[in-house]
Antibody, heavy 116, light 111 residues
């Protein structure tokens, strides 16, 4: 049974950093590309970033390019999102998802709130 | 530019059927999509992946009341025998070269 569990969210001041984690289980993590997707309160879904199964390629949405970095540790079955220079508009619930290649499993999300 | 368009809202009565639409942008009419459901206060879950020829594959545990079809640039999600738990937001999603895209979502109200 596929299971994705995000952690690391919280309240942070503008300009600061935060690192999110996503622990994966129930499948061969190293065989799948993984994504981060976010949802602003009361709004729709926005794709954030993707990392290839082996980490060889990474792509980012325009709104986070240059500030966020996606990474993974296949030995630990864990996906990460390093978020730097955070802005109030980054406030959202962040989900990790498995890509096959469309998103077939989602985590429950972790809330990031950027506020002074 | 790869864009998915959805109506913001839809409604139907308990026990009735409803058909939601997702429209692909020009030049992308052969793309496959996924339909995701997001119930209130929950994370999204995959309902199905849907190809341009109308063939589809459902996610784990998705009941037969949910089905998909395609026509040109349109991708449809049909729900029959509507139940109260079907009241949710429904998103379509696709991908292109180095980009993954969501539609704006349709909020379905079950009357």
């Amino acid at each position: 049974q596929v299971h994705l569990v995000e952690s690391g969210g919280g309240v942070v001041q503008p300009g600061r950093s935060l690192r999110l984690s996503c622990a994966a289980s129930g499948f061969t993590f190293s065989s799948y590309a993984m994504h981060w997707v976010r949802q602003t309160p009361g709004k729709g879904l926005e794709w954030v970033a993707v990392i290839w199964y082996d980490g060889s390629n990474k792509y980012y949405g325009d709104s986070v390019k240059g500030r966020f970095t996606i990474s993974r540790d296949n030995a630990k079955n864990t996906l990460y999102l390093q978020m730097n220079s955070l802005r109030p508009e980054d406030t959202a619930v962040y989900y990790c998802t498995r890509a096959a290649p469309l998103f077939d499993y989602w985590g429950q999300g972790t809330l990031v709130s950027v506020s002074s | 530019q790869l864009v998915l368009s959805q109506s913001p809202s839809a409604s139907a009565s308990l026990g009735a059927s409803v058909k939601l639409t997702c429209t692909l942008s020009s030049g992308h009419i052969n793309y496959a999509i996924a339909w995701h459901q997001q119930q209130p206060e929950k994370g999204p879950r995959l309902l199905m992946t849907l190809n341009s020829d109308g063939t589809h594959r459902k996610g784990d545990g998705i009941p037969d009341r949910f089905s998909g079809s395609s026509s040109g640039a349109e991708r449809y999600l049909s729900i029959s025998s509507l139940q109260s738990e079907d009241e949710a937001d429904y998103y379509c999603q696709t991908w292109g070269p180095d980009i993954w895209v969501f539609g704006g979502g349709t909020k379905l109200t079950v009357l």
